[in-house]
């Protein structure tokens, strides 16, 4: 897939370079050439030996070597790259690239190409949500870089969130789908993702352990391929994928009106954990403990999005696909809630506890569509995600 690709991978200076190492050789694998560039903080994570052992090919290190610049000047070493690759990318070199700053090799040389740049962010989950960072992040999407990652999780430092640079194969994923057709061009695709959050009071409220990390995936993976990307999405764990146009909800009623508002699409896919129920009238003071007895919660139900559309008789989008979570029976419980419910395809999966599906990194799911159940090996949500889509455009071209 990668065969006669020439990639510049950068290796900036965090613990997550020796990821990097990795990523070259699943990069080579695949039949990349990878012309490797190491920063001075890169070189005290990984040494450049072994960087161009792996990479097999000399490492470049300074700006000022010149006689790199005889053999090879930093202009033409940017331009000679079907993709500039950034992994891991820190957040010192997203704020020179959002500044245009030029004060090393890595950072000239990003500022001198025309080549796509693709960047898989490391870093700690506070200086990833920092302003300044989410700011420069605006910024150089907006000139076009394109983003993998980064994934949630425990970080080195010993906190949890947001940072960890993505798994080398989701990146090697990410820049073949760079280099794939892009079939979803001029598509607008609808996914919802996330819990919902149901106030009882100001300060309390019901909620489901949906992390949000497979509705993100697929809105990713919907993304690479080319497609237009409504995001709606309640209170989640992960970060939304760059590029999606964002709508943050946190009611299952601010879902739905989001939602309409959002159509038409081409696609629909509801990857939400929509809460069913939210309380009849939610109290607009904080509920307080009483010697009269304990508070008694009255529920009403919430409108079903899903059916919603799926229903809907004018303007339905094309597709309209639902995720269905289950703890027994999961294929009839799944094939019976495509049919009551109306939808195309139904992606079921088993969220029992000892599956760990629920907030974990892999999920094992069954596509449920007109023609039957296909059940899908147990793999990375990115994964399950890039093959969902892959199936979406099949479907939509
Ligand atoms: N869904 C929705 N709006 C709701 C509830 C669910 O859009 N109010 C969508 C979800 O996004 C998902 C699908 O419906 O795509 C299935 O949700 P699930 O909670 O598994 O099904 P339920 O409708 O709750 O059915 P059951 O009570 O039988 O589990």
Not at 26 to 39: D, I, K, N, S
Not at 49 to 60: F, P, Q, T
Not at 205 to 214: D, K, M, T
Request: aromatic letters at 4%; hydrophobic letters at 45%; one cysteine or more.
């Amino acid at each position: 897939m990668l065969q006669d690709k020439r990639i510049l991978l950068i290796l900036t200076g965090g613990i997550a370079a020796y990821k990097g190492l990795d990523l070259i050789r699943r990069l080579r694998e695949r039949g990349a050439a990878v012309t490797p560039v190491v920063t001075r903080a890169a070189e005290q994570f990984v040494t450049p030996l072994s960087v161009s052992a792996l990479a097999g090919e000399k490492v470049y290190r300074d700006l000022f070597d010149l006689t790199d610049e005889a053999e090879m000047g930093h202009i033409q070493l940017s331009r000679s790259a079907d993709l500039i690759l950034v992994a891991p990318a820190t957040a010192d070199i997203m704020a020179k690239m959002a500044q245009g700053r030029a004060d090393d090799l890595a950072s000239t040389l990003l500022l001198a190409t025309d080549t796509p740049v693709m960047i898989a962010p490391a870093m700690n989950v506070r200086m990833w949500d920092h302003p300044a960072t989410q700011r420069n992040l605006a910024q150089i999407t907006d000139d076009g870089v394109s983003v993998v990652g980064p994934n949630d999780g425990d970080m080195a430092c010993g906190e949890y969130g947001p940072g960890r640079m993505s798994e080398p194969l989701e990146i090697v994923a990410a820049v073949e789908t760079h280099f794939g057709p892009k079939p979803l061009v001029g598509k607008h695709v609808l996914v919802t993702s996330g819990p919902t959050h149901e106030p009882i009071d100001p300060v309390r409220y019901i909620a489901n352990r949906s992390s949000g990390a497979q509705g993100a995936a697929v809105a990713g993976a919907l993304l690479a391929l080319g497609a237009d990307v409504t995001f709606v999405t309640g209170p989640a764990d992960v970060a939304a994928p760059v590029g999606a146009h964002v709508v943050p909800v946190q009611t299952a009623q601010e879902m739905k009106a989001a939602v309409d508002a959002a159509l038409p699409a081409d696609a629909a896919i509801f990857a939400a954990a929509v809460a069913d129920w939210r309380m009849a009238t939610a109290s607009d003071r904080k509920l307080k403990k009483s010697k009269d007895g304990l508070p008694v919660l009255e529920f009403a139900e919430n409108p079903d999005i899903l059916a919603g559309v799926s229903q809907m008789t004018k303007g339905r989008p094309g597709l309209v696909v639902g995720f269905a979570a289950e703890t027994d029976d999961v294929q009839a419980h799944a094939t019976a809630k495509r049919t009551r419910k109306g939808c195309d395809w139904i992606v079921a999966n088993d969220v029992s506890p000892e599956t760990g599906i629920m907030g974990g990194s892999e999920n094992a799911v069954i596509l449920i569509t007109e023609d039957g159940a296909d059940p899908w090996p147990r793999m990375p949500k990115a994964e399950v995600a890039l093959r969902l889509a892959q199936r979406i455009a099949d479907a939509l071209t």
